[in-house]
């Protein structure tokens, strides 16, 4: 079969699979696949900068906590439909780090990874000083939204289909944006962005769009999940959430669409199994997980799938020399 | 007046523990151009190997020593073992293999010491010192002494020893450094030894004030980070000159600044950082890296 074919076969099996699981799980299990989603839509937005774009950023926490409490206001202190939250809170949020992007283009590596560094720790801080807003470290208690339409499904089962159809939503958004003109332009800004700028790539506008677009997704996120959990706090939101997204969007592998899913599904279930394995240290077993899985490979599970892809692909092409320049494709090359 | 004097002379006093860490963020970042995670969870292990000893019954600079050596040990054993293999690979690959090691010393330290706080005993004598009508604090002038020890003693190590000069040409340039028989991997294993050693110190010191506990040396090495920021992560005076200012000012707006108290006190060391990467990306004392295109 065509590879072409048999990626969208493999695709639309993938998503009816997902369809299906809210009628054979427990509801915990479900909140935890709809969790992963959330994840796999923030990891993406992070990968487009990283991944894609070339800028580090250790602050995508902030974002996915601005989203998460511009939805959980305007819900709690306006009652304003859940499904008009998540687009607010996404173009916000695009606002948001379009306008941190601006003055973040003076930085580079390590700097702007320190900037978004100190976003992310501020965040927290922030959120409990203006408590007429926030609640402070109360947080805000949100309800679940039930199923529309009279449809016969419970909260937990509607908003995993909900979160569903946004991922979707915004992975084939993001597929097409990246596959395209605009695509070229940012990943041609990480690969020499002098060279882009002597084609005719406005390479400050790129480079804050991308990190706009960026945070709309992770803002998309944390809005989707004050739904899901109800409840928003501060300290939710700490500076370990962004290292989490970035371990999910390094482990899944940058520079990948389908990475997000991986990085997002390794971030979920991961320190559970870890858990399970030893009670009294958890954490010693997630740091070993990280350590193995970037040994073992270096780009990330998206990375290690396309070489072997590859792989098998050559040995076969040695036996038919004719098709040898489809082969060509190399892996990431991500600095 | 008096207060401010106070305030500074304590606010140096933790800033020498900020530059101690910035130092040994700057010399692995220069030697790899690798921001090292997991530089403060080291630094916390280590001081509670020191407090296993003290508990044992060594005496306090018997174990302080004795820390240092195996601090120094265990630098080097992690670059050989955990961050060789991965030395090749993308840079984001190698900050998950630092973050990696930050969860497992923050876990391994919480399972065999336990979460709960643990007194730390410091040398210095518990008697204020009186000048004029400022009371400093023993401890706090001791910590002063001690970071300006170390220093004096790193900068006589790189300025006039061969060993000194063969890791500055190791981290400046490897290959020519190779070429003219310096042994490059090594020299990058004990830059890992030293900064763990620098870690220990902060460690040390810090632990009488903060209390001993895994989670110690969270809030100092994003100090350490801001420090390293404001002088340069290119420079490694700047860095601890950096690290001293931090401490000052933290101390001062702390103190001055009424609507910030201690609560926003974190959201100013990060407003210093953003501010200095705006006007000088570089810090005071950095240096741009030229890069050829």
Known sequence: MAPRALRAAGLLLVIAVACALPFVMSNFRLFQFTQVYIYAIAILGLNMLTGYNGQFSLGHGAFYAIGAYVSAIMMDKWNVHYAWTIPVAGILCLVVGFLFGLPALRLEGLYLALATFSLALAVPQILKYFEHWTGGSQGIVLSKPNAPFGLALSPDQWLYFVTLGVMVLLFWLSANLLRGRVGRAIVAIRDNHIAAEAMGVNTSLYKSLTFGVSAGYTGVAGALSASAIAYVAPDSFNVFLSVTLLIGAVIGGLASISGAVFGALFIQFVPNWAQDISKAAPWAIFGVFLIVFMYVMPFGIAGAIRLLWIRTRRSRVAHAPESRETAATQAPTTR | ?293
């Open chain 2, 1 to 293: 007046m008096d207060i401010f004097i106070q305030q500074v002379v304590s606010g140096l006093a933790t800033g020498g523990i900020y530059a101690a860490l910035a130092l040994a963020l700057v010399m692995i970042y220069q030697a790899t151009d690798v921001v090292n995670f997991a530089q403060g969870e080291m630094a916390m292990f280590a001081t509670y190997i020191c407090w296993t000893m003290l508990n044992a019954g060594v005496p306090y600079w018997g174990a302080f020593l004795a820390t240092l050596a195996i601090a120094f040990v265990g630098g080097i054993v992690i670059e050989r073992v955990v961050i060789r293999p991965v030395e090749h690979a993308p840079i984001l690959s190698i900050v998950i293999v630092t973050l990696g090691l930050l969860v497992i010393c923050n876990s391994l330290a919480g399972w065999i010491w336990t979460y709960v706080q643990k007194p730390f005993p410091t040398p210095f004598p518990s008697k204020p010192f009186k000048a004029g009508d400022v009371v400093l604090g023993a401890h706090d002038v001791g910590e002063i002494g001690i970071t300006l020890l170390v220093l004096f003693c790193i900068y006589a190590f790189f300025r006039f020893t061969p060993l000194g000069l063969a890791m500055r040409a190791a981290a400046h340039n490897p290959v020519s450094s190779r070429l003219v028989g310096i042994r490059v991997g090594w020299m990058l294993a004990l830059g890992w030894g030293l900064a763990a050693v620098f870690g220990a110190v902060a460690g040390m010191m810090v632990a009488p004030v903060l209390t001993l506990e895994p989670n110690l040396m969270g809030g100092v090495q994003i100090y350490a980070f801001a420090g390293a920021t404001l002088g340069g992560f290119t420079s490694p005076g700047g860095a601890v000159l950096g690290g001293f200012i931090v401490g000052v000012v933290e101390n001062l707006v702390g103190t001055y600044v009424s609507f910030i108290g201690t609560e926003l006190k974190f959201t100013v060391a990060l407003a210093m950082i953003i501010i200095v990467l705006l006007v000088k990306p570089t810090g005071i004392f950095g240096t741009t890296v030229v890069k050829r295109v």
